[in-house]
């Protein structure tokens, strides 16, 4: 069974940091692509992150460039994102996505999420 | 970036009744298109990929068509546990200038 648990999620204040983490069981991470998607309260899902299966992929969201990081350990089967300089706009609950052998597929399974809040 | 739109925001429908759920793309995303559930304090669902293929253990009752910019899903005969919001996802465009998601239908009863 294909199970993704993330961690990390907490308060922090502007300008702090944050590492996210997923670890993956019932598959094997390196062979599929993995997404970070957010949710702000009350909104809609937002495309965060992602890495392909052999890590040689990596995409960022405009909003999330050069402050958030996707990697993976292998060893671990664990997913990460970390995030730094964070903003007011970056509360959400930041699910954890798995993907398919290619970039170019559906989501198919997703963790229950870790909320972020952003606050002094 | 690949705009999604899905109309409308609201439906509100009666239990057994059919829904029909519209997503349009910005442009042309072939079929590589997926629908997701998601109900209240739980993660999204995936329901369909590929504009038309009902993921595992998915009801029958769900199905979704179209290609290109036009898109929708269909719940024939809603059911109390269908009543959530449903999001349209594009994952055409890779490298991506954005795998992006539609702001969503909410099915009220």
């Known amino acids: 069974e294909v199970q993704l648990v993330e961690s990390g999620g907490g308060l922090v204040p502007p300008g702090g940091s944050l590492r996210l983490s997923c670890p993956a069981s019932g598959f094997t991470l390196r062979g599929y692509a993995m997404h970070w998607v957010r949710q702000a309260p009350g909104k809609g899902l937002e495309y965060v992150s992602a890495i392909s299966g052999n890590g040689g992929s990596i995409y960022y969201a405009d909003s999330v460039k050069g402050r958030f990081s996707i990697f993976r350990d292998n060893s671990k089967n664990t997913l990460f994102l970390q995030m730094s300089s964070l903003r007011p706009e970056d509360t959400a609950v930041y699910y954890c996505v798995k993907g398919v052998a290619t970039m170019t597929g559906p989501f198919d399974y997703w963790g229950q999420g870790t909320l972020v809040t952003v606050s002094s | 970036e690949i705009v999604m739109t899905q109309s409308p925001a609201t439906l509100s429908v009666s239990p057994g009744e059919r829904a029909t759920l519209s997503c349009r793309a910005s442009q042309g995303i072939t079929s590589n298109l997926a629908w997701y559930q998601q109900k209240p304090g739980q993660a999204p669902r995936l329901l369909v990929y590929?504009?038309?293929t009902r993921a595992t253990g998915i009801p029958a009752r769900f199905s979704g068509s179209g290609s290109g910019t036009e898109f929708t899903l269909t719940i024939s005969s809603l059911q109390s546990e269908d009543f959530a919001v449903y999001y349209c996802h594009q994952y055409n465009n890779w490298p991506p200038r954005g795998f992006t998601f539609g702001p969503g239908t909410r099915v009220d009863i």
């Open positions: 590929r504009a038309s």
